[in-house]
């Protein structure tokens, strides 16, 4: 019998680049568990196009 996934992929993209209007998108992928983990999630995560440490949020 198969079990039942619980962890999911999901994108995470910059905010700070968005509203800045660089050219590029710094995007990630990761999973997370979808039963204890129903919110958004942010990461702080390194940006090649700003070359920094920015906040990305998953997107939809």
């Given at each position: 019998m198969a079990k039942k996934e619980n962890r999911v992929q999901?994108?995470?993209e910059?905010?700070?680049q968005r509203e800045s209007g660089?050219?590029?998108m710094s995007?990630?992928?990761t999973t997370k568990n979808k039963k204890n983990t129903n919110?958004?999630?942010e990461r702080?995560?390194?940006n090649p196009y700003l070359?920094?440490?920015t906040l990305h949020r998953?997107?939809?």
């Open positions: 999901v994108i995470l910059c905010t700070e660089v050219p590029g995007r990630y992928i919110q958004r999630l702080k995560k390194y070359k920094r440490v998953e997107v939809k």
